[in-house]
């Protein structure tokens, strides 16, 4: 009898026991829903104020302060933290003198420019940084893009394209999202143009000091013939997610009379702001 009546305390405080802790655990899931969300849901880092890198950099002319002003929109709605760097003038000779390029003065500012950015990171023993120009536009659900890429992004990337001029996919792909529900392709890169979005690891950029030296050619393309020549192991995401904002009121300071076709996103960041094209 007393054993019986030992085994029926013993399953009763189990039973008020297990009550508690399930209570304790869904009150705290009710409080605190985002918290318990960002846990479960979002375990790569996609959704920091760093969009998962150690951290972003953006090349700005400090006399761009138009420009300055729309990274600086796209910052509080994504709520980042982008560090802007001062881009090279093309006419500051004395401090290109400094970069061995055999470039036309605009093109060698601009490789100068991206040059100096990962001396930075490399200074600051950042692991990754994301490497922003100051003409570029995001999607809204950016975040959302990178947490459904990041779990394929393979650990030895080097380089890695969040934009460009071109759908840029070889046969090499880490993540095909028609098999998901989604168009996203991650893949190693082909030629992947232009230069207003790419990430960076620590062994990237570091790599990108040793090789990318004594160019002749822009250094987008530059960065290509590294690839071409498996120098550096870079991945590319089509479509972009972030692009370039082309318009006839945002003249290229490299390229100033170009007339570029738009490249346009999903759902613009800038467009949801109120910010317009005006066409060529």
């Not at 394209?161 to 529900?181: H, K, P, R, V």
């Not at 003249?251 to 999903?266: F, V």
Request: charged content about 20%; some cysteine.
């Amino acid at each position: 009898m007393k054993n019986l009546i030992k085994k029926r305390q013993q399953i009763f405080y189990s039973f008020v026991l297990l009550t508690t802790l399930t209570s304790f655990i869904c009150f705290f899931i009710w409080i605190t829903p985002s918290d318990y969300l960002y846990i479960y849901n979002r375990p790569f880092g996609s959704y920091n104020s760093t969009l998962g890198f150690d951290h972003i950099y953006c090349i700005n002319l400090p006399f761009r302060s138009d420009r300055r002003e729309k990274i600086n929109v796209i910052a509080k709605f994504h709520n980042l933290d982008i560090d802007f760097v001062e881009a090279i003038n093309f006419k500051d000779t004395k401090t290109l003198k400094h970069y061995s390029a055999s470039l036309a003065p605009q093109h060698k500012a601009c490789y100068a420019s991206h040059y100096k950015t990962y001396e930075l990171v490399v200074s600051n023993n950042y692991q990754s940084a994301l490497i922003l120009e100051d003409d570029v536009d995001f999607e809204i659900n950016i975040k959302d893009f990178l947490n459904e890429i990041q779990p394929f992004l393979p650990n030895d990337w080097e380089m890695y394209y969040l934009g460009n001029c071109a759908w840029d996919t070889s046969n090499t792909i880490y993540y095909n999202g028609n098999e998901f529900g989604s168009d996203l392709i991650l893949s190693k890169s082909f030629r992947p143009a232009c230069s207003h979005a790419y990430a960076v690891s620590l062994k990237g950029a570091q790599k990108l000091l040793e090789k990318l030296v004594n160019i002749s050619e822009p250094v987008d393309v530059a960065l290509i013939d590294l690839m071409l020549e498996d120098k550096i192991f870079s991945l590319s995401l089509s479509p972009s997610i972030i692009n370039q904002w082309k318009s006839k009121d945002d003249p290229s300071d490299i390229s100033p009379g170009a007339q570029d076709e738009p490249h346009n996103l999903k759902n613009s960041t800038l467009e949801l702001f109120g910010y317009r094209r005006i066409p060529y």
